[in-house]
């Protein structure tokens, strides 16, 4: 029989990576090898090992020593007990606010009823609006050598308070100041906003309107004019070539006709039926019934086209993360861009960036040639003073393109790198993608030649790969 202190010939410990299991491994073949559960108990306890050993696997070794010492690779011999981490607290509001959920009522018939697109939540003076719901503490586990395993802690939440709420002397109640409707606005701000309601069109009745609160419009925005929120707009109508700009939502029951003018932005979603020669901007989801055609849309994080139609068609779609759409392109190949991958505003700073980088150069470089002019006069001494004055004046203007071109850099080297994080990039087609289209992820381009059915584009291995939907 082999006696304890021989054992380390024959086999090692080794340890997970934060020693939640032990594993023991034969290194060493003898014909005839013994041990008992005794001896392998003290060579555990010699290595570490004293919580949660499998005294049945130990004991299957110490009756069947030769089995194991011929089999290869690692048994597990002892099992601790894995951390738990602890749960963040959260903002838990009290009012129900479904932008993210909410869909146009569908009868049993399959029609939509456009009309219970948006539903407010409307909040009295000193209604509870919000709770902290506070962390959870985790539980540490235990190591198989005894130690404790440390877990993650729950981290606190906290308001983001926006206008015309309260909160209470302990800070983890939020209370509506005014009658009015709950929004969310950028960074998730939490406000309550008066209502302006307009019975009718946007014309030369109103005039163009700028809103501190919510604006309900019960009609059409037609071209030309301009409605501002700091707060939701929501549009019983159609918008024309206008200007619509929110701090939170836009809901358009109706279509956008742009006629390649105006803008609709939303410092949070943009829900619409259709788009058509149009530009919207979205912070985080531009959401589109029918179609999209011929127009700039750009969202924070997904543009969504699914409905019966779902058809995007020409002009430049950008989103964050995805997009959804039953079709792309048409029969025609009509040139369609579909861009995801990075937030809109930063491809297009990064385009900004390399012209000023350019024209940054150019500029240097006119710098440079004539300071060259005025080095030679120099040092052949015919430097008159105002000369002098102006070589001063362009090596101080030498140092600062210098600056400028050098600061410029590193935020083309931050932003190159923003494209590479393209993970949750997605570009789904529900039904048809159609050549002549274009799908960008991040960096990297894809130029659509054939027809393609049920199909996602997403990023792997320096490529873009398309993969059939499940």
Sequence with gaps: MVVQSALSDYMSISFSENKEVAYLEFFRREEGFSCSVD???????KNNVRYGVQWDVVTRIANNPEQYNHLSGKVAVASGIAPVDGLDGRVELSVKMDYDERRPLEKDDGKVDFKELVRLSNVRKGELIATLVPPEAGQPGIAVTGDPIPCKMGKAAFFKVGKNV??????TSMYAAIDGLVSLTDKGKINVFPVYEVNGDVDYNTGNIDFVGTVVIRGNVLTGFSVKSSGDIRVIGGVEGAELIAGGSIEITGGI??????LVSAGANVKVSFIQDGNVTAAENVIVLQSIMHSNVRAGRNV???G???LIVGGTVQAGEKVVARTIGNTMSTATAIEVGVLPELRNELNDLRQGLRHSSETADKTAKALHLLDQLAGSGVLSPDKVALRIKLNATKQSQQRE?????ERMLEIEKMLEDTD????????TIYGGSK????????????????????YSEGEIAAVPNV
Excluded at 39 to 45: D, I, P, Y
Excluded at 439 to 458: L, M, N, Q, S, W
């Design 39 to 45: 001896e392998l108990a003290g060579f555990l306890q």
């Design 308 to 310: 019966p139609k779902g």
């Design 405 to 409: 071109e050098a600061q410029i850099k």
């Design 439 to 458: 799908v960008v992820i991040g960096r990297y381009t894809k130029f659509i030649k054939d027809t393609a059915e049920r199909i996602t584009y997403c």
């Design 304 to 306: 969504e086209c699914n």
């Design 257 to 262: 006709i742009g006629y390649n003018k105006g």
């Design 424 to 431: 949750k990039a997605r570009v789904t087609v529900v039904k």
């Design 166 to 171: 309260v909160l209470d002397q302990e800070q």
